[in-house]
């Protein structure tokens, strides 16, 4: 099993962000026996397709390379840029066959992780030359698995050419006596043959490689229970500072609220544990609006606020439970219970109204009817 530097065992499958960030730094799953396979494949299916093409090429590129003009023997000078005219002949009758080889170079990366361009790969990284990591990488677990890629390479490799070989004995040993024509042919038919066969044993190998790698790719990214829950950590926000962020803005409310309850036309108390704060402000609101509220402990404090600002407090169990339960602080009160809430409101003013002197009488507050619990629709 897998294990990091702290010999936690990395039994987790890396998670999408390792995923990613290893990507980005030009680490992806790569098979150099499925590139040889690709190319080598590749390569010798063009030479079979195009063989009497390429043959007719190069029959004639040597027919001009043996056969120079006389004029050239007379001027020595031109030599050199007879035989820079000659290689780019070459190169133009060998095109289709790099071009081939390149395109299958390219499209190989594309079976395992894709094409990745990275310029973190770039970066020289000194524990490469650390010569215990190289000893580590050549005499431990990777270091075995190349040798016994390198065996069954040699294995596959001179298993086809062996069977191509004894195979096609008979039809070498009648060369000697074919044309030289004849002799060509058939030693180009005998080389495709033995190309095929070594395409075939290397494209086998490649099967064998390239899921290991993906396999082995995986593994080296595995994770430890510790590392996935630091990346949590990292992705969602530590849950101490968030739950101290919470705190915070909790203290931070409470602060506002507190401060906005001088400014309350109301508070409506259940005597012992609930408090709500209105205020309503006609022509600039449509209703009364709830700009502090709280339970048992906060709903003293609103209390003890609002005695020192003679704020009226007006005692409701019902309506405050209602209130409390449904208002928001900053918004208007439910539609339900404006009627309630306008009663406490004209007993305030009516009050308001007697204490300055310009009310006959004090006033009664009446009972104030409110449903606490209303059935929902449809019950």
Known sequence: MAENEDGQERTEQ??????????????IPRSR?????AVFGAGV?????AGPLLARGAQGWMRGALSPEPALLQAPERLFGHMGLLLLKLLWVVLPLVAVSLLAALLAPLAMGGLQFSNKALTPDLNRLNP?????RIYGPEGLAELAKSLLRVALVGTAAGLTLSH?????????????????????????RLLLATACALALLAAIDAPYQKWNWMRKLKMTRQELRDELKESEGNPQVKGKIRQMQAQLSQRRMMEAVPTADVIVVNPTHYAVALKY??????????VAKGVDEMAQRIREVADRHRVATVSAPPLARALYREGELGKEIPVRLYAAVAQILSYVYQLRAWRAGTAPASP??????VDEFPAEPGR
């Open 14 to 27: 890396p998670s999408a962000k390792r995923l990613r960030e290893a990507r980005e730094k030009g680490n």
């Open 33 to 37: 026996e499925l590139a040889t396979a």
């Open 45 to 49: 299916a063009a030479l079979l397709a």
């Open 132 to 136: 215990a990591a190289g000893l580590k």
């Open 168 to 192: 096609g004995m008979d039809l070498l040993r009648t060369m000697p006596n074919q044309g030289l024509e004849d002799a060509a042919r058939t030693g180009l038919h005998f080389t495709g």
């Open 281 to 290: 402000e006609s022509g600039s609101m449509r209703a009364p609006t709830v």
């Open 364 to 369: 009664e507050l009446g009972p104030v009817a």
